[in-house]
């Protein structure tokens, strides 16, 4: 069974609609990907530099009972998230 013409160009019209549908997606979901990467990285970046502002001078000026009373309360609010063991271990 031969294809008239008329067929073989409809096929060809959706299969480039396809190929070009799909690699807009693909570029899409790679472009969010390296933009949500990159958010991730500046946020890290931007909690590590709070944390190191924080304890700083009670590192430089050995303060160690203000950074035992930083660990403490630190560790209270992570428990606080339940991102910690349920089972206390």
């Not at 480039?16 to 693909?26: D, E, K, P, R």
Request: proline residues 0%; positive net charge.
């Amino acid at each position: 069974m031969r294809l008239s013409i008329r067929s073989k160009l409809i096929a060809y019209a959706f299969f480039i609609a396809f190929l070009v549908g799909g690699g807009i997606s693909v570029y899409s979901i790679y472009i969010g990907h390296e933009r949500l990467m990159r958010k991730f990285e500046q946020n890290s970046r931007h909690i590590t530099g709070l944390l190191a502002a924080t304890i700083f001078d009670d590192l430089y000026f050995s303060n160690l009972q203000a950074l035992r009373l930083l660990v403490h309360t630190t560790a209270r609010r992570i428990q606080g998230f339940g991102s910690v063991d349920h089972e206390r271990r």
